[in-house]
């Protein structure tokens, strides 16, 4: 699996891990899928992603977005 998968079952695990949280605690968790959607704006737009960067330090091997 390279760094661009990885990336995103990343995002889409926070973001299905927040909405799980929320049902089961507090509407408060939303914050986390509003904070993983602003992420990737970000990231789509400036090409820096704090994940990746996380990701590649454990030694996921590089795809084609985050190099």
């Given at each position: ?12 695990c ?54």
């Amino acid at each position: 699996m390279n760094l661009d998968k990885s990336v995103l079952i990343f995002a889409g695990c926070m973001v299905l891990l927040s909405v799980a949280l929320t049902v089961a605690f507090s509407e408060w968790w939303l914050l986390l899928t509003v904070f993983v959607g602003l992420n990737l704006l970000q990231t789509g737009f400036t090409g820096f992603c704090p994940a990746a960067m996380v990701l590649k330090k454990l030694g996921v091997k590089p795809g084609c977005a985050f190099n």
